[in-house]
């Protein structure tokens, strides 16, 4: 490494200190039960009519 930057990487290090500990994934997310009126009602059948379609639209 050259002395320019070993002296930016210093610098660096001096203004912005160390990166905080790494978060565990376990700590990122968290877990809950699907409730509610859209998992009881769902329908397989009358699905399609959720999703917009061109070609439905245009009467083709």
Request: some cysteine.
């Amino acid at each position: 490494m050259d002395t320019e930057s070993a002296m930016d990487a210093a610098a660096r290090q001096a203004r912005f200190g160390k990166l905080p500990e790494r978060i565990g994934f376990d700590r990122m997310v968290q877990e809950q039960a699907a409730n509610g009126p859209s998992v009881a009602s769902y329908n397989p059948e009358a699905s399609w009519n959720q999703f917009s379609c061109l070609a439905l639209d245009l009467g083709l």
